[in-house]
C-alpha cells in the first residue's frame, strides 16, 4: 500500500537553531499538505504544495515540494519555544479515489 | 463560531462493550472523516464520507461503524469487535474531498 514516510521521527533543539522534517512518499502525489499538532492537541492545517518544485513560505516556515512530487520538506529557521509540536506531512495519492495519507509526523522540542 | 465538535473527550470502557463518539461540524463542508491516531504514529483513516448517506471504508474499518443520516453529524461506533480500541480518535471535515482538513479537538478512548 501507498506509505508516507518522514526523518526524523523526533529532534531536540536549542532556540534559534534551525529545524528540517522531510517526507518522502513511494508514489506520485497530487499535492500535499502539512499540519502541525501541539502537545495534547489536534492537527492544524498548514499549507497545501500543489505543483512540482514549488516552494511556499510563510515567515520562518519553508515547505517545497520535489520535482518529481513524491517528497516534501518543511524547514523552521531560528525556532521558537512555540514551534514545538509534532509535524505531519499528508500526501494526496492519485489512486481511483484519491487518498490523504498521512506520514508519521516529526515531533520537535525547542530548549530555551 | 464555525467548527467541528467532537464528544465526550475522554471516554472509558470495559471490554465488550460498543460506544458512540460524536461528530458534528457546522462548516457547510461535504466531505467528514475519521482517524485514529496510536502514540508515536500517524493519523490512520477509519471511514470517510463524502455525501449525506454514502460512506467509505478506509484503512483501518474493522471493528468500527460509521453513519451520515444528515450533512452536520458522522458519529463513530467502536464496536465490541475492535480488538485494540483504546487511542485517540480524531473527527475531521473538508470543503471538499481533496482539500484542507479542520479536525475537532479529539476524542481519548480507554478501554479498561
Known amino acids: 500500500g501507498q506509505q508516507v514516510m518522514q526523518i526524523p521521527q523526533y529532534q531536540h533543539v536549542q532556540e534559534g537553531e534551525d529545524f528540517t522534517t522531510y517526507c518522502n512518499s513511494s508514489?506520485?502525489?497530487?499535492?500535499i499538505q502539512w499540519y502541525k499538532q501541539r502537545p495534547g492537541g489536534h492537527p492544524v492545517f498548514l499549507i497545501q504544495?500543489?505543483?512540482?518544485?514549488e516552494v511556499k513560505k510563510q515567515k520562518r516556515l519553508t515547505f517545497q515540494f520535489g520535482e518529481a512530487k513524491k517528497n516534501s520538506s518543511l524547514h523552521i529557521t531560528a525556532t521558537q519555544t512555540t514551534d514545538v509540536g509534532t509535524y505531519f506531512c499528508?500526501?494526496?495519492?492519485?489512486?481511483?479515489?484519491?487518498?490523504?495519507?498521512f506520514g508519521t509526523g516529526t515531533r520537535l522540542l525547542v530548549s530555551p | 463560531d464555525g467548527g467541528i465538535t467532537q464528544s465526550p473527550k475522554y471516554l472509558f470502557r470495559k471490554e465488550g462493550q460498543n460506544v458512540t463518539l460524536s461528530c458534528e461540524q457546522n462548516?457547510?463542508?461535504?466531505?467528514m472523516y475519521w482517524y485514529r491516531q496510536d502514540p508515536g504514529q500517524g493519523l490512520r483513516l477509519i471511514y470517510y464520507?463524502?455525501?449525506?448517506?454514502?460512506?467509505q471504508k478506509g484503512d483501518i474499518a474493522e471493528g468500527y461503524s460509521v453513519s451520515r443520516e444528515k450533512k452536520e453529524s458522522f458519529p463513530l461506533t467502536v464496536t465490541s469487535a475492535q480488538k485494540n480500541p483504546t487511542a485517540f480518535y480524531l473527527c475531521?471535515?473538508?470543503?471538499?474531498?481533496?482539500?484542507?482538513?479542520?479536525f475537532g479537538e479529539g476524542s481519548r478512548l480507554t478501554v479498561l
Open positions: 475531521a471535515s473538508s470543503f471538499t474531498y481533496t482539500g484542507e482538513l479542520f
Open positions: 508514489t506520485t502525489l497530487s499535492n
Open positions: 504544495l500543489v505543483k512540482s518544485g
Open positions: 499528508a500526501g494526496l495519492v492519485p489512486t481511483g479515489f484519491q487518498k490523504l495519507v
Open positions: 462548516l457547510n463542508h461535504d466531505a
Open positions: 464520507s463524502q455525501i449525506v448517506n454514502d460512506f
